[in-house]
């Protein structure tokens, strides 16, 4: 069969790789994909098509034009604009939630509403589209607070404020200075949540489950989790603090009621299901967010550990048969750095080539993001622009690898942070 990806960054070309390794997968295109995608050399049956995410009319026609059997949606936009409404109207398998329950990702305070009514663990919160109620709200609360914009924002429309006069300016720039566009009409402020992160991700299909590998996130720009929020600086996998309590407690607290409320709701969800925790002193995961697609940079890490049929999977939550479905995954840890362009996260400059890419190294993989082609030459196309991951027998051992890979990739403006893993590694000495 041959398999569509949506999107083009390095969770797209971590889903062609594993969607490619399926035995039953003859082709997969990637819709617009990077340069990654573009030329694999490991895997030669994906290729790029110059579709935009977010067109959906044409996705639909090649999809029909190419006889594809499933297509896997990466990033968020498209599924909250209905890509897997319209496909499911044209008689395509599409796997991805529909826009209705993708607003779980969409609107932070429609999913904020949700979890209180299905009584799901989260922090204390309110919504705001109005400046001066929101500002009259902050000088009576305690710092630090968080601020979200509501709608998308590329994982970068969250600011925790660490006093009273940071989040007035946080307020002021999402509500009245239209920093994150139509995704900030509307602010989140809720109360600061102490502990350790934790990404725990799901393929969901009505009522069933199937737990993927749990993993940890890096979302500040430098190291000691310090600067601005970016859309992730690299990530591990498995998070060592995911025991088998915990992790019973996630599912017994956190997904199946999300999944159970949703059905409930009349929005029965098809998907990958991302539920972004915070664990505190007291053990109980509490919600920070929710994704309606696999997470970036957790894909890189957590796909690269599976060894069992990604599109498999997929097909049988499309088709209701999930429940039939085991996820094997390989023992080791894998972590993944993710080197990114001058000036990210804020404004980016593209076109400095890259150098070093046809080098190797054991237990390595070298995965795609803002990158494109420039004749023959790789060239940055975005703010994150590669995900090095690294295998090995501890997190310590598998960050030494990703490192020495890293080392030997170089452009203008290039960096990344030096500590990815740090907690699990601390958890090793």
């Not at 599912?251 to 925790?277: C, S």
Request: glycine share 10%; aromatic share 6%.
């Amino acid at each position: 069969m041959n398999v569509l990806i949506v999107g083009g960054g390095g969770r797209e070309h971590a889903l062609a790789v594993k969607a490619a390794d399926s035995g039953n997968v003859q082709n997969v295109f990637v819709a617009p994909g990077n340069a990654g995608t573009a030329a694999d050399p490991r895997r030669k049956s994906i290729s790029n098509v110059d579709i935009a995410a977010t067109d959906i009319d044409g996705l639909i026609e090649f999809a029909k034009s190419k006889n594809i059997g499933l297509t896997i949606v990466g990033p968020e936009q498209p599924l909250v604009a209905g890509i897997s409404d319209r496909f499911s109207e044209a008689g395509l398998a599409c796997f991805g939630p529909t826009a209705r329950a993708a607003k779980l990702e969409g609107s932070k305070t429609f999913a904020k509403e949700f979890l209180q009514r299905h009584q799901i663990p989260t922090a204390k919160y309110r919504s705001f589209t109005d400046v001066s109620l929101a500002h009259s709200y902050l000088q009576k609360q305690a710092f630090p607070i968080v601020i979200k914009a509501d709608g998308l924002a590329a994982g970068k429309g969250v600011v925790i404020a660490s006093d009273l006069e940071q989040s007035l300016n946080a307020v002021k720039d999402m509500l009245s200075g239209n920093r994150f566009g139509d995704a900030g009409h509307r602010v989140v402020i809720e109360e600061f949540m102490s502990g350790e992160e934790l990404s725990f991700i799901c393929i969901v299909s009505g009522e069933d489950v199937l737990s993927m590998a749990s993993s940890q996130d890096h979302k500040a720009a430098y190291d000691g989790d310090t600067g601005p929020n970016t859309g992730g600086m690299g990530a591990y996998s498995p998070a060592p603090i995911a025991d088998d309590l915990l992790v019973s407690k996630i599912l017994e607290l956190v997904i199946h009621p999300t999944v159970r409320g949703l059905k409930e709701e009349g929005l029965p969800y098809v998907g990958f299901l991302y539920a972004g925790l915070m664990i505190g002193s007291d053990g109980i995961p509490k919600v920070v967010e929710f994704n309606c697609r696999f997470g970036d940079p957790e894909a890189q890490p957590v796909l690269a550990r599976l060894e069992s049929d990604l599109v498999a999977h997929c097909l049988a939550a499309v088709s209701g048969n999930l429940d039939k479905e085991e996820a094997v995954w390989d023992q080791r840890s894998c972590l993944g750095v993710v080197m990114a362009a001058a000036k990210y996260p804020e404004s980016v400059e593209k076109g400095a080539v890259i150098h070093g890419l046809e080098l190797s190294s054991a237990d390595t993989e070298v995965y795609h993001a803002g990158t494109s082609l420039q004749g023959e030459q790789v060239v940055t196309n975005g703010g994150r622009v590669l995900c090095i991951t690294g295998f090995g027998d501890s997190v310590s051992e598998a960050r030494k690898k990703a490192y020495e890979r890293v080392a030997q990739i170089h452009w203008d403006g290039a960096w990344y942070r030096s500590d990815i893993g740090y907690r699990a590694v601390e958890r090793e000495t």
